[in-house]
């Protein structure tokens, strides 16, 4: 079982930067695939970032490329994603996700078994 609990959300304006922290319990964090999505108001959930348990590979969807970094530290239990260049379209609520099994493709939600509750990001124009 882990546990996810997000935070770092907030209001900045357009250009501006976020980090959001995930903060896992359950000793099988440092052995999971982590990811962030985000959904928007009237739609649906899509993914953002993910990050493989040694921390190696990660992905991104084509819309954060080069404004987005994941990244994250196992010795703290710990998963980040730094944004910068924020766009109002960036607005959103945050997720982290966790997956038992890294054999699932990184950018569906069904790969995922575990969920935070989220945290909101607003960017102003």
């Known amino acids: 079982q882990v546990q996810l609990v997000e935070s770092g959300g907030g209001l900045v304006q357009a250009g501006g930067s976020l980090r959001l922290s995930c903060a896992a319990s359950?000793?099988?964090?440092?052995?999971?695939?982590m990811g962030w999505f985000r959904q928007a108001p009237g739609k649906e959930r899509e993914f953002v970032a993910a990050?493989?348990?040694?921390?190696?590979?990660?992905y991104y969807a084509d819309s954060v490329k080069g404004r987005f970094t994941i990244s994250r530290d196992n010795a703290k239990n710990t998963v980040y994603l730094q944004m910068t260049n924020l766009k109002p379209e960036d607005t959103a609520v945050y997720s982290c996700?966790?997956?038992?099994?890294?054999?699932?493709?990184?950018?569906?939600?069904?790969?995922?078994?575990?969920w935070g509750q989220g945290t909101q990001v607003t960017v102003s124009s």
């Open positions: 996700a966790a997956a038992r099994s890294n054999s699932g493709s990184v950018y569906l939600v069904r790969s995922y078994d575990y």
């Open positions: 990050i493989s348990w040694s921390g190696v590979s990660t």
């Open positions: 359950g000793r099988t964090f440092s052995s999971s695939t």
